[in-house]
């Protein structure tokens, strides 16, 4: 794994649900080339799907063509996914994971992140928010 294309990747889009397929399928065959696991690399990705529709939903409220850059680093034993965006700048609820209605909409994607990933750290940006993802490599 020495092509710096299956380590490290920086991704624009806009504020699109349509984009984030595309960002979703880049981190996973970077995650599958570094060697990790088929259930570690799904949970990647659907740890970065997740995070990416979070941003358009609540740091855009669903406004289109807005900017959000995300960088992907992958080597034998970290996976860290870096997305930064220029929104409304809220952090997240803390208590997001709490029982909720199972019926209503929505809800899950900060579960997700906790759960899924090894370190999940939001960082107030003056115009916007900074998320950073990390993922230990489990072995095969």
Known sequence: MSDLEDTH???QIESNAKAI????KRAEAMASAAGYDERTV?????????????VIRHAY?????????ITLDVDESRFQTVIRDWGSGDLPDPNADHV???FAPGGLGLLCL??????VRYQL???GMKLTMRREKNPA
């Open 21 to 24: 397929a595309g960002v979703r």
């Open 100 to 102: 909720r209605d199972q």
């Open 125 to 127: 940006q003056p115009d």
């Open 61 to 69: 409220h669903n406004v289109p063509g807005q900017p959000i850059v």
């Open 42 to 54: 799904g949970e990647i990705g659907l740890c970065i799907n997740e995070a990416l529709a979070n």
């Open 114 to 119: 906790r759960r899924l990933m090894d370190e």
């Open 9 to 11: 990747a920086q991704l």
